[in-house]
């Protein structure tokens, strides 16, 4: 998985065209946040749910109602939602490299498959920005999430000054 960075001209936008892949816009924050916010050279993002046209694209629990590949999809689905809301903040192109993941699974008792589950976010990151969207991740079972989404990714990305 060695994308080049893309050339001068040719920013991550671009490589998301190139790829098919359209950001969703933003989605609304459900409490009392923001999607994202800049400190110095890194954004953070708020965690991101699987948000599809303003609602959840499936609700439940990893290992019980939601398969491990569905949450997977559910992850890649809140990763766009987050490099949406970076690109709204600071715009996609400033992007030096994705720094870190987190990823939250609502998981039914005995579910051991969470990193499997974050591996949709980590896997759509890497396919985007190729060697700077390898990051550092952790993946955690959580007995519930907001709305009661089966999966939420958070991201913290390098930016350009």
């Known amino acids: ?11 991550w936008n671009a490589r998301l065209a190139k790829l098919g892949i359209r950001l969703p816009p933003v ?28 609602g959840l694209r499936r609700t439940g629990k990893v290992g ?22 970076i690109d709204e903040l600071v715009g996609l192109d ?3 490299r994705v720094v870190r993941v ?8 005995g579910f051991t498959g969470q990193p499997r589950v ?8 890497g396919k985007i920005f190729g060697e700077a969207g390898q990051h550092a991740r952790s993946a955690v079972g959580v007995a519930e999430l907001p709305l009661g989404a089966p999966v939420e990714v958070e991201l ?3 930016v350009r000054p």
């Open 94 to 96: 400033s992007v030096v």
């Open 156 to 158: 913290t990305v390098e």
């Open 102 to 109: 987190v990823g939250y699974v609502a998981s039914a008792e």
């Open 118 to 125: 974050i591996n949709g976010a980590s896997e759509l990151l």
């Open 64 to 85: 019980g109602s939601v398969d491990a590949e569905a949450a997977a999809a559910d992850a890649k689905v809140c990763a766009l939602n987050a490099l949406a809301a």
């Open 27 to 54: 989605a609304a924050p459900v409490a009392s946040y923001v999607p994202a916010v800049r400190a110095g050279s890194l954004v953070f993002t708020s965690g991101q749910l699987p948000f599809v046209d303003g």
């Open 1 to 11: 998985m060695t994308t080049p960075p893309p050339a001068a001209e040719e920013g």
